[in-house]
């Protein structure tokens, strides 16, 4: 077989799951109940972050907060300060892809 599969979490409960890092490609899995988020951070690659349910909410360096909806796929810079929340919504689902994996950012 030269695929490989990967699975992820199909809950309601606030999960942070690494589902791929290798040389290429970091994936992480999120779901947020609303009031949920993560901690402030700095982005260690090129951020796509793609909005799989609800909305999530996003404060960048020092810009305002600016919601996404379904659908939606951001890309945010290298080395940007970052605040991610759902305060919208129920339930909030994300992908998170890093390209190039951080562990060749050096």
């Given at each position: 077989m030269l695929e490989k599969l990967y699975n992820y979490a199909k809950t309601d409960a606030k999960t942070i799951e690494k589902i791929v890092s290798d040389?290429?490609?970091d994936i992480n899995h999120m779901i947020l109940?609303?009031?949920?988020?993560?901690?402030e951070h700095y982005s260690n690659?090129?951020?796509y972050m793609l909005v799989t349910k609800?909305?999530?909410t996003l404060q960048l360096d020092d810009q305002e907060n600016h919601t996404?909806?379904?659908g939606s796929i951001v890309n945010i810079p290298f080395k940007t300060k970052?605040?991610?929340?759902?305060?919208t919504c129920d339930l909030t689902e994300i992908?998170?892809?890093k390209a190039p994996a951080?562990?060749?950012m050096g």
């Amino acid at each position: 077989m030269l695929e490989k599969l990967y699975n992820y979490a199909k809950t309601d409960a606030k999960t942070i799951e690494k589902i791929v890092s290798d040389e290429n490609v970091d994936i992480n899995h999120m779901i947020l109940p609303r009031g949920e988020g993560l901690p402030e951070h700095y982005s260690n690659s090129n951020v796509y972050m793609l909005v799989t349910k609800g909305n999530i909410t996003l404060q960048l360096d020092d810009q305002e907060n600016h919601t996404y909806e379904t659908g939606s796929i951001v890309n945010i810079p290298f080395k940007t300060k970052m605040n991610v929340f759902n305060d919208t919504c129920d339930l909030t689902e994300i992908f998170v892809l890093k390209a190039p994996a951080p562990s060749t950012m050096g």
